[in-house]
DNA sequence: AAGATACGTCAATATGGCTGTCCCATCTTC
DNA sequence: GAAGATGGGACAGCCATATTGACGTATCTT
């Protein structure tokens, strides 16, 4: 045990250097918490032949009605092509359309269909049973601490858009 | 924006579902606190042509020397198969090393060689940066929240397993 | 000796990413 | 009005990471 964590302190320590602990403390709670707050919803997602990047769109679509399809590609973070085979699936069952923006007409803007509503919110009770159970066990307090944490954890450039998500909420 | 985040709150609601707000913030900021996280190392893992699953095999490994497979297969939860091509892969670049168990001679325990310690202290670098910032940003009641709620996500079952690998640090 | 366990390996498959290229419609700018 | 930028779609091919199921071998347990 000693090996790995000891080599990477160096032994003139600045206080950024002695979080070692703390440290791989948080990336293990977040690597399980992350992973295991995502498996409740693989259920519901393999019934309708699904998968976790289904979700994702789907939820932000639910969050932000009428989002432009730029909007959601920088969200993801991933490439058109990869959201567009995403957002084909979604559109094939029926739980997303489209519709032409009428400020630009060239952009196409997303929202649920009224039965991708109740698909995303039957999802969401899978992610609030988890979080909310979370929440009130560890209070309020804690709650407070957690969102602080997590929003160092957004790069400058990204945190406007993620302050954007909730601020009409 | 109304119809999805009102719909999956029933108009009488129980304080669980008091929460949507709350628990939607909660769902975002780990989506985005988390992949930034896992970004931060994806340069150093390119260099050696290695992804984030051959991270996850260095890092449990870094964490408990003489790990037998059997331990981190609980810990990743993912298949044997899947495991063996990462192994491969980190062996065939000496960044880790098998040794049969001295008490149950069928087991191979892994530990990283010298070289794969270096590796994964200069991945764990990037992380440190990441969160230690997050951290000193949110202040040390914050760090306190942030793990509880953490600690709230893992189920029971689960739970044991992570205390282990925090328990000697 | 029988069965369970730890590990390895084969083959086939699915998912979700990626790059590069080309296209069309529409908006903006000069 | 023409030129260029932008929003979106589509083709082809590739890669990383996961899956299932079946089978084999060494070793431990009973």
Redesign the interface.
Known sequence: ?A???S??VPPTASP??L???????????????????TRAIDEGLAEHGLGRAHH?AL?FI????DLPISALLKIL?ITKQSLGRVLTDLADRGLIETQTGNIDRRQKLLR?TPEG??F??QL??A?????????????Q???????????????AE?KAM?VA??K??
């Open positions: 045990m090996v790995p964590s080599v990477s950024l250097f979080r070692e602990n703390e440290v791989r403390r948080g990336v293990e709670l977040l690597f399980f918490g992350y992973t295991r707050l994702r939820y639910a969050r932000q009605p973070a649920l509503v109740q995303e919110a969401f009770d992610l609030r049973n988890s979080l909310a159970s979370a929440y009130a066990a560890a209070g307090e804690s709650v407070t601490g957690f969102w602080r944490v997590l929003e160092g954890l957004i790069p990204d993620v998500l909730q009409d909420i």
